[in-house]
């Protein structure tokens, strides 16, 4: 039986959406058992639900909390819920809490697997070939990273692209500010000159901001600033798009009727462009399951992010990433 | 009379493009004169204009050209260009040739202004607001950038803004993985500090990628490598959802009437996204207008740069950056 820890409360939206993700989740799950953790009162609805644990947290780590204060915040739904792993022996959390505070609490508490340098946040991206999804890691679970780092991203995004995605044999970036193998970041610059050295498996080079989404590569590995700059340049420019396609049909009775005849291929555009289905990204590296939630998530988005730590537990991911880096150093 | 220098030869496109530039801006403008450099047999349509000067060169920098290989390419149009300038003590010149060879060329034959750390590249994104414009510094001169060069950066863009863009008191922020103080990268949170304790005019802290086109900030500092990948993801995003657009009216014969309906809003779009009216990215903190044009920008594209170039010499922006910089380090 698959279990996992759920911290009710880190939603800008309150527990209501964690609460309609939850009841949607197990609609279509019975093998998994939930822990719930937040204000006990709040979450009475669930007691009723199979599988569903509830645990009292009575505090809410605000939004913006720096993550030393994350860690002294003992009563916290996110603090107990990591505890909650580690007592239960679960396989995973997830978490809608802020960003730095969760990556860094679930890194010390949880524990990175051995032999990780720096754990890395990933997320697939959408691409402009239908139903191809690129991995970039990492997006934003450090500021900057040593060549050696870089590396291990390179490793951790190809298991996960072999063993998650289901890609045979992923084509791996480096993401830079020019193709040619002299461009890059000073450690980006390094890294490309290790993985070369050690005959990476399908490794393409240097990528520029320009081609990351254009499908042709699987795994994108990155420094965290400029991965996290790379992942909100995305979202800002999609929502600018989704804006001005909105004033477009606006515009008067004409381009309203224009709406109504092309708005299926509009649908599918918001449908593959909508972080919400893909649910959050993942912390690579820790012993455990880590799944940050958007913090402004919607009941379908949340129930989308559970869905993407249960698909994980399924198969397994840490132990097959534990042995895929094991393998890797002995080579 | 104010005198720009044009390397004819540095498009993706060819002279072509950069001969039908030349000549629908000088149906315009008869206060200029045009120094155009390149292959002379080539550019003999050019030769009954008046306030045309052609400039023999028989070599043509690849694309690709390391920045030192073009300081040795002494026959090329772009290295006769830049030489061209210092002989003719042009107002400046104007390439869409390799972004690395031509911005390290023109620092080191045109020089620095005195008391510049580092030339930034500069240019105008369009926004959220409709007719508003970002500008962003530095967007790939550099590789990276100490927080003093950062800071300077912000007094160039300020003075920029002031004098180019006609904005009375820019806002100006530093491009961030969070609004917070303490995020940043290393020297962007330093560069933040130095800011604040300067009481730099209208210093607003970070933003992030998401907001950087939300309209909100006038001027976003940036050291080079991550400024690129926001410009680079940006021009990739934007090509995507075109390339979406498109099909989801191509999608059937009621989605094609849509499209017709609803024309008048999506051209509104594409003119907003298009950078081919921006007309370049210009390089801050050297001696001359230096205006770096799309590698592959058409006739219209390469107009807009020349127009950009001849709009800067006409104000005197140089002499406006070296009063300001002089100003702001008597304070």
Same mark, same amino acid.
């Given at each position: *039986? ?16 964690? !609460? ?7 609609? =279509?799950?019975?093998?998994? =058992? ?8 709040e979450l009475s609805s669930l007691s009723q639900l199979n599988n569903v644990q509830i645990v009292n947290a009575d505090d809410v780590l605000p939004m913006a909390a720096h993550p030393l204060d994350a860690l002294r915040a003992k009563n916290s739904s996110m603090m107990v819920a990591i505890q909650e792993v580690l007592d239960n022996d679960a396989d995973g959390i997830v978490s809608s809490g802020g960003t730095g505070a969760f990556l860094t609490a679930s890194s010390v508490k949880l524990k990175k697997i051995e032999g990780v340098l720096r754990p890395a946040l990933?997320?697939? $991206?959408?691409? #402009?070939? #239908?139903?191809?999804?690129? %991995? *970039? ?15 291990? $991203?390179?490793? *951790? ?15 791996? $970036? ?29 490794? %393409? ?12 590569? &699987? ?10 700059? %790379? ?9 600018? $798009? ?20 092309? #708005?299926?291929?509009? #649908?599918?555009?918001?449908? =593959?462009? &909508? ?13 455990? +399951? ?27 991911? +840490?132990?097959? !990433? ?5 393998? &890797?150093?002995?080579?």
């Amino acid at each position: *039986m698959i279990k996992l820890v759920i911290d009710m409360m880190g939603s800008d939206k309150g527990s209501s959406s964690t !609460i309609e993700g939850v009841k949607s989740f197990l609609k =279509t799950h019975d093998d998994v =058992t939930l822990i719930c953790v937040g204000r006990q009162n709040e979450l009475s609805s669930l007691s009723q639900l199979n599988n569903v644990q509830i645990v009292n947290a009575d505090d809410v780590l605000p939004m913006a909390a720096h993550p030393l204060d994350a860690l002294r915040a003992k009563n916290s739904s996110m603090m107990v819920a990591i505890q909650e792993v580690l007592d239960n022996d679960a396989d995973g959390i997830v978490s809608s809490g802020g960003t730095g505070a969760f990556l860094t609490a679930s890194s010390v508490k949880l524990k990175k697997i051995e032999g990780v340098l720096r754990p890395a946040l990933i997320s697939p $991206f959408p691409t #402009k070939i #239908k139903g191809k999804k690129v %991995c *970039m890691l990492d997006i934003g679970a450090s500021n900057e990273n040593s060549p050696e780092e870089l590396v291990q $991203f390179a490793h *951790m995004g190809r298991l996960y692209a072999i063993n998650v995605m289901g890609i045979k044999d992923p084509k791996t $970036f480096i993401l830079s500010n020019g193709t040619e193998e002299e461009k890059g970041s000073p450690s980006g610059k390094e890294a490309f000159k290790l993985l070369k050295a050690e005959n990476f498996p399908s490794f %393409c080079g240097n990528i520029e901001g320009r081609e990351v989404l254009s499908g042709e590569a &699987d795994v994108v590995v990155s420094d965290g600033f400029s991965g996290n700059i %790379c992942l909100k340049t995305t979202e800002g420019i999609a929502s600018m $798009f989704s804006f001005f396609i909105k004033n477009a049909f606006k515009k008067n009775i004409f381009s309203k009727i224009g709406y109504l005849l092309s #708005k299926k291929g509009f #649908k599918e555009i918001s449908q =593959t462009m &909508d972080y919400k289905s893909t649910g959050g990204a993942i912390l690579l590296g820790v012993n455990k +399951i880590v799944v940050k939630a958007h913090g402004n998530s919607d009941g379908f988005a949340f129930m989308s992010a559970i869905n993407v730590a249960y698909a994980q537990a399924k198969i397994d991911v +840490i132990s097959l !990433i534990k042995d895929g880096l094991k393998k &890797d150093s002995n080579k």
